[in-house]
């Protein structure tokens, strides 16, 4: 069964900027990052189950070769991305919602 992807603003608008981000330090390494987000969302459209919740509802699935996790909620055959974040930050302070 596939799954249904579905973005929260939030999510679309911190994979744009981490796109620029990437963008600015080596010409093309942008579009890596976008690679590598479509990679992990054909994966969370086949087995979204497959990675560990994090927060209470809230998985994370790491992108490969970027420190980026993917955040997100399973609901039925809904896979809601709420949140791309850096590594570094923190799951535990940012809302679930948005």
Known sequence: MAFRLKFS???LR??????????LQN??????????VELQLKRLEQ????YAEVI???RRA??????????????GDL???L????????PNRWPQTS
């Not at 911190?14 to 963008?23: C, I, L, N, P, R």
């Not at 087995?47 to 497959?50: E, Q």
């Open 9 to 11: 603003s939030r999510a």
């Open 14 to 23: 911190e994979t744009g900027e981490a796109q620029e981000w990437y963008e």
């Open 27 to 36: 010409p093309g390494l942008g579009e890596e990052f976008i690679a590598a």
């Open 47 to 50: 087995a979204p189950l497959l």
């Open 56 to 58: 209470p509802g809230v």
């Open 62 to 75: 790491l992108l490969p070769r970027f420190p980026y996790g993917l955040f997100y909620a399973v609901r």
């Open 79 to 81: 896979v809601h991305v």
């Open 83 to 90: 949140a791309v974040l850096h590594d570094a930050r923190n």
